[in-house]
Structures are given as C-alpha cells and as structure tokens.
C-alpha cells in the first residue's frame, strides 16, 4: 500500500458495464461533503433513500456518527480486521491511524469493495500472490492479531477487500469444480467464483469454522435464504468456513447497503428492533415476501442462540433498475451479545426473546398466527439436528454439549 492523502473523491457506482457518476465527497476542516452529479440524480437510483435521498445542493453530516461519512459509504469502510491491517500498514510507513482521513480509507477501497460503488482516486495496493494457501493465511492472521507479521500486511490487506467484522477474512477466487483458489479483488479466471473465507481470530475455538458451517445448514432447513457455503480443510482445527459473495452475479455487482448504514444506526451499539428490520424491509421492496424472510432470520437468530445480530449483520441489495431485497443471511453462528442479551430486541425484549415475543412480532411482517407458528416449529426442528450435524463436523464435545443446551433452552 503507497498511502497518498486525498480531499476529495469521485463517487462512482458499477454494475458490471462500467462505473456511472454518483458524485463528489470532499473533506474540509474536518467536515465531510457530499455533493450528487445532475446526471445521476436525473437517473433515479436512490442509493441510501433515507438518510441521503437525491437532491441537488451540498449536504454534510454529523462527525459523531461514522467519522462524518453518510452511512451508505461507511458501508463500503472494512471494520474489525480490515481496519487494524489498515492500521497497521500506516505504522509500517511512519504514519498514525489518525493521520488517514475518511476519504483516505475509501480510496484505499478503490474498485474493490463490497456492493457496486467505487471510488477515485484508489489507493495503489500490493495485487498479492495468485496462489492461496489457507493455513498460512490462517497462521498469519493469528501472527497479526498477536502484533507480529508485518511484512504480510501488504497481501492480506489486498486479500481482505472491504468486508467487515472483527474475524481475519480473505476475498478469494474459487472454482468449485477443480478446487483451485486465486486472488478474489481483481476480475477472476473463467471458471472461477468470488468468495470469502473466514479465520479464527485469538477468542474463537479451533472449530469456529465447523460452528459456523453447521448453523449455515441449519439455516438452509430452517427456509433462509443463503448462497452456497463450503467447510474448506485445515491442518489445524477442523476447517475454515467459506461463503459465496452474494454482492456479485457473474461479472454484475449488486449495490449493498446495511440496515447500519440506512437508518445511520452505530452497529456497536444496541438500538434497534426486529420490528423496525421489517419495517425497513417493507419500505425498501415494499414485497411482504422480503419481510417474511426478515422474520425467518428473527426466529432463526433467537432460537439459535446468535445474539450477535447487530445492525450490519442485515443487508439489502439493489439492482441497477433501483429495485431492493433482503441479501442471503450470513454470519449465522452461536453467540453472545452485550450482556448476553439479543443485540436487536424483539418487540421490545433483549435479555429472553421468546416464542410469544416472536408471535407478536409476526404481525408486523403481516403473518397469520398460524403460517408464524409454522416457520417457529420449522426452525425448532432444523436446529434440533445440530448434535449429530456438529458431531459429524468435527466440533469439540465439550461445544456440542454448550450449544446444544442453549438452542435447548432459547425462545422457551
């Protein structure tokens, strides 16, 4: 990475034909601006409808939230991992985290990031190796985390993309038919499919990935939505857990935006509901079938004991006729929240969620008692396989008991 501070950006938004103009972000005293081009306002895609609809004239925003960023670019910002490895490579040429503005930190996202928006000038970065060896990525990341590995900064930065959360994370390219993996931020190879790969960070277990993959399982039995996964091999631990970017179609890009990044709702902080999820979901596809697959993901969460279902961990997705859904679900897996409790309420409810809670919680999705009471028993029944589906993944005995009592004991 070559760090050259900018002032202003271009905004662009690509849907696989080539960027078109958004705007112009610009940084002053500290105060971002923003400013929309006539040409894309007249166009009609609204990219963040509520909290930064198309309209001519120059906005800027709370420096509170997100440093000053509207939500919709902060989207495109890595968080957790991706920040430190940022970080880290500002220290490694003399400079503070400080030092790099916002607008810096989305140059260095360039082209690369999640969802179809670009930004310019990018930031050059080190392409990284066209061979992907899993363990060692593993074995660096833990290096990093623990303050070590300097001189792989540079690759697992390229490797990281923008993709957010606090577990070491690589953008690869995979072709599932010869199991050949390459470098996933620039155009891939024919054959070859854009995914993320996710590592144990120094909290996690070695069967993190295995945890993760059983609950995908699950999920997909339970009726949610989600792209293909894969438990790849490891040397240590019983495997690293990948998923399918659900951002890209062929050589398309799908514009995506957070419920974080849409209601301007810090996702470190607790402050939303299920029920304000499926009244965002009615409101951007106005389709009572997305806020069904809203409370899917509400049941799923609370009777599977994921508690950490913060307000980035749901994404919707716009297509470049501006029509929005519910992305696939991720990050499904067993946890806590702050506190222990539900990181998003139900109806009020945070510390114990239940079925009643959910019930009341239907009628906001416009579900009868009884089609609710179906998709309930549905998932109780799906997450009653995770036993035998964690045993045959090899998760330690002692986290099939933990997590099974849990699943046992959630929404009663």
Known sequence: ??????????????????????????????????????????RGLEISPLRLPLQPGLKSFDAALFDGLPGVFNDSLPDGWGRLLFDRALRAQGLTPAQASPLDRLAHVGAGGMGALTYEPAMETNAGSDDIDLDWLAGQALEVLEGHADEVI?????????????????MIG????????????????????????????TQDGKDAGAIEYVYALMARTAGIEMTHTHLFPAKRGAGFFATRRFDRIGKNRLHAHTASGLL????????LDYEDLIALTLRLTRDVRE???????AVFNVLGHNRDDHAKNFTFLMDAAGNWSLSPAYDLTFSSGPGGEQ????????????????????????????????????TREALGQWATLAKEHDVAASTVRLIAGRIERAGR
């Open 1 to 42: 990475m070559i760090f050259k501070p900018v002032s202003t950006i271009r905004v662009g938004m690509d849907f696989g034909s080539g960027p078109l103009d958004v705007g112009r972000l610009a940084i002053r005293d500290r105060i971002i601006y923003l400013e929309y081009e006539r040409s894309f306002i007249e």
């Open 154 to 170: 540079g690759e697992l930065l390229a490797l990281n993309g923008s993709s957010t959360g606090a577990r070491p994370k690589a």
């Open 174 to 201: 995979y072709n599932p038919k010869t199991g050949a993996m390459t470098h996933g931020q620039s155009d891939l190879p024919k054959g070859f499919e854009p995914w993320l790969v996710k590592f144990p960070n």
């Open 264 to 271: 301007h709702a810090d996702h470190r902080t607790p402050s």
């Open 291 to 297: 806020a069904e697959k809203m409370f899917r993901l």
């Open 343 to 378: 990181t998003t309420m139900v109806k009020g409810e945070g510390k114990a969620p239940g079925e009643a809670h959910l019930l009341a919680l239907a009628k906001e999705a416009s579900l009868a008692p009884k089609d609710a009471k179906a998709i309930i028993d549905q």
